[in-house]
């Protein structure tokens, strides 16, 4: 028993392990492409790693994913959206929350208007993307659960078809079928 719940336990563990890890990376290049002046480091096209980086993130975390549930997956890139929504947050109030700006209102409308769009732009990339992963990892690469899951319908049917096969020679042998009458004694 205690087993069981030590494995639900490290199971749940590792799925908010890899929502963590999926938050920080998206935000990480949500605002290294979004906040350009604001980031160390220089990306590309600002436009792809915004539209790419949520969707290849929640596509990843719905293929980690494969053996929990599809709705375990959406929720976890319901999950894995909020917190990189609330990382964009905790970095744009970073110079209010360290004394160094003070909060004024219009810092207050471009950072309300900062976080909506990122709301905008993250939630559904990121859950779509999850619940997509999830599919096709399921495709690919299915849980021991599913596999299980189809070894035994496989088994079933293969029973299913000797019974079949059993009755099928087993109505032949009971009915006798009349001999066929030579060709010259049927009438044409």
């Given at each position: 028993?205690?087993?069981?719940?030590?494995?639900?336990?490290?199971r749940?563990?590792?799925?908010?392990?890899?929502?963590?890890?999926?938050a920080?990376?998206?935000?990480?290049?949500?605002?290294?492409a979004f906040?350009?002046?604001?980031?160390p480091?220089?990306?590309?096209?600002?436009g792809?790693?915004?539209l790419?980086?949520p969707?290849l993130?929640?596509?990843?975390?719905?293929?980690?994913?494969?053996d929990?549930?599809?709705?375990?997956?959406?929720?976890?890139?319901?999950?894995?959206?909020?917190?990189?929504?609330?990382?964009v947050?905790?970095?744009?109030?970073?110079?209010?929350?360290?004394?160094?700006a003070?909060a004024t209102?219009?810092f207050a409308?471009?950072?309300?208007?900062?976080?909506v769009?990122s709301?905008?732009?993250?939630?559904?990339?990121?859950?779509?993307?999850?619940?997509i992963?999830r599919?096709?990892?399921?495709?690919?690469?299915?849980?021991?659960?599913?596999?299980?899951?189809?070894?035994?319908?496989?088994?079933?049917?293969?029973?299913?078809h000797?019974a079949?096969?059993?009755?099928?020679h087993?109505?032949?042998?009971?009915?006798?079928?009349?001999?066929?009458?030579?060709?010259e004694q049927?009438k044409?």
């Amino acid at each position: 028993m205690a087993k069981g719940r030590l494995s639900g336990l490290r199971r749940w563990a590792l799925v908010l392990v890899w929502i963590v890890l999926g938050a920080l990376t998206i935000a990480g290049f949500f605002i290294a492409a979004f906040f350009g002046a604001f980031s160390p480091i220089e990306v590309g096209d600002p436009g792809a790693v915004i539209l790419l980086v949520p969707i290849l993130t929640g596509f990843l975390l719905g293929i980690l994913l494969t053996d929990e549930e599809i709705v375990v997956a959406a929720g976890a890139g319901v999950l894995t959206a909020v917190l990189s929504i609330a990382f964009v947050g905790l970095f744009l109030m970073s110079p209010v929350l360290a004394g160094v700006a003070r909060a004024t209102q219009p810092f207050a409308a471009f950072l309300s208007s900062r976080i909506v769009l990122s709301t905008i732009v993250l939630f559904p990339l990121v859950v779509v993307g999850s619940v997509i992963g999830r599919g096709i990892g399921d495709l690919f690469l299915p849980s021991p659960r599913v596999k299980q899951q189809l070894e035994e319908i496989r088994e079933e049917t293969r029973r299913w078809h000797e019974a079949l096969d059993r009755l099928e020679h087993r109505s032949r042998d009971e009915v006798q079928l009349p001999e066929p009458k030579p060709p010259e004694q049927r009438k044409g």
